[in-house]
Nanobody, 121 residues
Framework: QVQLVESGGGLVQPGGSLRLSCAAS????????MAWYRQAPGEQRELVAS???????NYVDSVKGRFTISRDNAKRTVYLQMNSLKPEDTAVYFC???????????????WGQGTQVTVSS
């Protein structure tokens, strides 16, 4: 009923840039906080950045000044602009959103399928 579909991952050299997108679709009444997480091999999934419906943002310290999260509420899409990428940014990046479905009374957390980002020369 509700899907999050990510795009934009790939292979990039250190210092390069990538832009991830995540579009929500389905029977949606409203979307609250949207976020990007990442998981490197052998590591726990960590929150990279989040943005509320009002536009307030939060970042993990390791990406501050390099990554920018934004959203287009009309398109139900969240973006992650990643600049000055480092090898340690290599991970699978997952989109997450707190969504209220039509005819439901409470929000649920939804996840995208993940997109691989590899930073290597």
């Amino acid at each position: 009923q509700v899907q999050l579909v990510e795009s934009g991952g790939g292979l990039v050299q250190p210092g390069g840039s990538l832009r991830l997108s995540c579009a929500a679709s389905g029977s949606i009444s409203s979307i609250n906080t949207m976020a990007w997480y990442r998981q490197a091999p052998g590591e726990q999934r960590e929150l990279v950045a989040s943005i509320t419906s009002g536009g307030s943002t939060n970042y993990v310290d390791s990406v501050k000044g390099r990554f920018t999260i934004s959203r287009d509420n009309a398109k139900r899409t969240v973006y992650l602009q990643m600049n000055s990428l480092k090898p340690e940014d290599t991970a699978v990046y997952f989109c997450n959103a707190d969504i209220l479905r039509r005819w439901f009374f409470s929000e649920e957390a939804y996840w995208g399928q993940g997109t691989q980002v590899t930073v290597s020369s």
